[in-house]
């Protein structure tokens, strides 16, 4: 499993605007880590490559925003340490700032990243794409499984 490098937040974001949103929410969803249908994460706050509240990915998702993670206070202050900075707003982006407990699309190598710091956020199974399984494998995934 191969880490990639990937943009900040921000970038993403700036990004957003030129990503393309036509792909049917059926086609676009796939199927989870654990091989069944890939479940909603989050609609409150929305969450989601689309922002349809689905860790689902596509064309121009450079990050990866595939892991249904859980915030905690730990992981959002290792995330800003590392330059991205998931809690505070950004209002011109869609982006509400996140706070612990919230569910969220994370990016894989992020959490990959995380994982490797003892800093890992609990992780969604059913809500996490199998593109994850590119960045983490199932067993470390599962040893972060949130009940």
Known sequence: MGRARFPTHTARMAAAADRPDDAPAA????KNV?????????????????????????????????????????????????????????????FPG???G?????CAPRWKEAFDAGQAPQVVLEATHMATLEYASLEELQQHAFA
């Open 34 to 94: 654990l091989g069944g249908p890939l479940r909603d994460c989050s609609h409150d706050p929305l969450t989601g490559w689309h922002r349809d509240g689905c860790c689902a990915t596509g064309p121009g998702d450079a990050g990866v925003h595939v892991v249904c993670a859980v915030m905690t206070d730990e992981f959002l202050a290792f995330s800003k340490a590392r330059g991205n900075d998931l809690s505070t707003p950004m209002p011109m982006h869609q």
């Open 27 to 30: 086609r676009r969803k796939g």
């Open 98 to 100: 996140l706070k612990a």
């Open 102 to 106: 919230d569910h969220w699309c994370l």
